[in-house]
Structure formats: structure tokens, C-alpha cells
């Protein structure tokens, strides 16, 4: 049985245990130590300066992504004759099947324009105003609607408009793609007595169209004679066979 008990080292003990008798080994050791202390600390400095950053460019992503979008729902407001409210209602995006009623109704408002002759000087200029809203200068819709007004005296509707006028009734508009139309339409004409002078003509356009959203750059003017930003690229029509209702 030992009766001698170990006494438990301590820090100092330890500490001093960790010393040699070269005061120039302990004091290089030390001076190790103290490098690598700091070095320690450089990393971790460096490491939180990093998360940091990363935080901050979270955030900013985060203020830019929330300034991005709209702040502002417009609404629909319906009124009577006298301007009082009847329905509101938060305007929506248009879904596939609202999409082609709103081609289709530009389209039929395009060749009614466009083929119609009468005699109200006036509303035969805004007729044609409202079709090269819908045409831009570099398709090949500007050419054929340039020559289809300019042409010949017979496709010139004020001159036209001194003997005859031209009324269209829409038959159908059918797609046939995703970009191109049919619509088929009956021309009645008549002279300035309210007569016909020949039969209804039944005739049939293939439209190409496509849809441009609206820019920064995109004026007032713009959006007023073309909201919805429906164009036609290419287009041709021709009287059908026997084209007679």
C-alpha cells in the first residue's frame, strides 16, 4: 500500500512543467503561441465579416426583388348612363380562352375598318387611323395595307365614297394556330341612293398576329389606339367562289 499520495498538478504546475531550461526555446515558444493566437483570431474576424456580407447582400437582393414588383392592383370600375357605379372589381390577366376573344374581336374591328367605305369623311379617317394602329412599319402588313389604300381610285375609300359605300358584317374568326387567323365576312355595296349595285360578296382573310406588352419607352398615344398590344405581322384576303351569301 503506497502511503504517499500524488498531489493533483495545477495550471501553474502544468505551465511550468511545460518550460525547458532554454530561456531562449520558452521565449520562442511563447512568441509561437502568441502568432498563432492572433492568426486565430484573423480567421474568425475574416469568417464573421463574411457572413455578414452575405447577410447584407441578402437583404439588399431582398429590398430590390420587393421594389420590383407592383405595388398597385388596378380595378375596374363599371358605371350607368348618369356615371354611377354599378360593379368594381380587380382587373385581371386574360387566361387562353379571354385571350382569343379579345384577338378576335380586334381582328373583326381591323377588317371592318379596313374594308369599309362611307361617305362621313371623319369617321372614314378614323377608321383608318385605328387599322395602321394595329400594323407596325417593319412587317409586311404595312406594305399590302399601303397598297390596298393607294393603289387604284377603287380601293381609295374617299374616292370610292363619291359613288358608292361599303358596309362588312363579320361571319366568323377562327383560329388556326396560335399566330394566324381565318375570318370570313359578307361586303354589301351600294350607291350613294342606298341601292345595291351587285350581289353581297363573301370574302376570307388569313391574319398573322403577335402580342407586344407594353415598355417604358411605349407612349400614351400608343396605349390609347392599341391597349392590348395586338399586331398583325402578314396578312392576305381575296373574295371567295362564288362568294354570294
Same mark, same amino acid.
Given at each position: 500500500?503506497?502511503?504517499?499520495?500524488?498531489?493533483?498538478?495545477? &495550471?501553474?504546475?502544468?505551465?511550468?512543467?511545460?518550460?525547458?531550461?532554454?530561456?531562449?526555446?520558452?521565449?520562442?515558444?511563447?512568441?509561437? =503561441?502568441?502568432?498563432?493566437?492572433?492568426?486565430?483570431? +484573423? *480567421?474568425?474576424?475574416?469568417?464573421?465579416?463574411?457572413?455578414?456580407?452575405?447577410?447584407?447582400?441578402?437583404? #439588399?437582393? @431582398? $429590398?430590390?426583388?420587393?421594389?420590383?414588383?407592383?405595388?398597385?392592383?388596378?380595378?375596374?370600375?363599371?358605371? =350607368?348612363?348618369? @356615371?354611377?357605379?354599378?360593379?368594381?372589381?380587380?382587373?385581371?390577366?386574360?387566361?387562353?380562352?379571354?385571350?382569343?376573344?379579345?384577338?378576335?374581336? +380586334?381582328?373583326?374591328?381591323?377588317?371592318? =375598318?379596313?374594308?369599309?367605305?362611307?361617305? =362621313?369623311?371623319?369617321?372614314?379617317?378614323?377608321?383608318?387611323?385605328?387599322?395602321?394602329?394595329?400594323?407596325?412599319?417593319?412587317?409586311?402588313?404595312?406594305?399590302?395595307?399601303? *397598297?390596298?389604300?393607294?393603289?387604284?381610285?377603287?380601293?381609295?375609300?374617299? #374616292? +370610292?365614297?363619291?359613288?358608292?359605300?361599303?358596309?362588312?358584317? $363579320?361571319? &366568323?374568326?377562327?383560329?388556326?394556330?396560335?399566330?394566324?387567323? *381565318?375570318?370570313?365576312?359578307?361586303?354589301?355595296?351600294?350607291?350613294?341612293? @342606298?341601292?345595291?349595285?351587285?350581289?353581297?360578296?363573301?370574302?376570307?382573310?388569313?391574319?398573322?398576329?403577335?402580342?407586344?406588352?407594353?415598355?417604358?419607352?411605349?407612349?400614351?398615344?400608343?396605349?390609347?389606339?392599341?391597349?392590348?398590344?395586338?399586331?398583325?405581322?402578314?396578312?392576305?384576303?381575296?373574295?371567295?367562289?362564288?362568294?354570294?351569301?
Amino acid at each position: 500500500m503506497n502511503v504517499f499520495i500524488k498531489k493533483p498538478a495545477t &495550471s501553474s504546475t502544468l505551465a511550468r512543467a511545460k518550460l525547458t531550461d532554454n530561456p531562449y526555446f520558452n521565449a520562442r515558444r511563447s512568441w509561437n =503561441d502568441n502568432i498563432k493566437s492572433l492568426a486565430v483570431e +484573423r *480567421q474568425t474576424i475574416i469568417l464573421l465579416a463574411l457572413l455578414a456580407l452575405l447577410v447584407g447582400l441578402a437583404g #439588399v437582393g @431582398g $429590398i430590390i426583388y420587393m421594389g420590383s414588383q407592383t405595388k398597385f392592383v388596378p380595378h375596374i370600375i363599371e358605371v =350607368d348612363k348618369l @356615371g354611377q357605379p354599378l360593379a368594381i372589381g380587380a382587373a385581371k390577366g386574360l387566361n387562353s380562352a379571354n385571350k382569343q376573344l379579345v384577338i378576335r374581336a +380586334r381582328l373583326a374591328s381591323l377588317v371592318g =375598318d379596313a374594308r369599309m367605305v362611307t361617305p =362621313d369623311a371623319q369617321i372614314q379617317s378614323d377608321a383608318i387611323y385605328r387599322v395602321y394602329a394595329s400594323i407596325t412599319r417593319t412587317d409586311a402588313a404595312m406594305e399590302k395595307m399601303n *397598297q390596298w389604300y393607294n393603289s387604284t381610285d377603287k380601293s381609295t375609300p374617299f #374616292v +370610292r365614297a363619291q359613288k358608292e359605300t361599303v358596309s362588312v358584317q $363579320i361571319d &366568323s374568326a377562327l383560329p388556326l394556330s396560335d399566330e394566324t387567323w *381565318q375570318l370570313d365576312w359578307t361586303e354589301t355595296t351600294r350607291d350613294r341612293q @342606298g341601292f345595291e349595285t351587285k350581289p353581297p360578296e363573301k370574302w376570307r382573310a388569313l391574319m398573322t398576329v403577335y402580342l407586344v406588352a407594353p415598355t417604358p419607352d411605349t407612349t400614351e398615344e400608343q396605349l390609347f389606339k392599341n391597349p392590348l398590344g395586338i399586331y398583325v405581322k402578314d396578312f392576305s384576303w381575296s373574295k371567295q367562289l362564288g362568294g354570294q351569301p
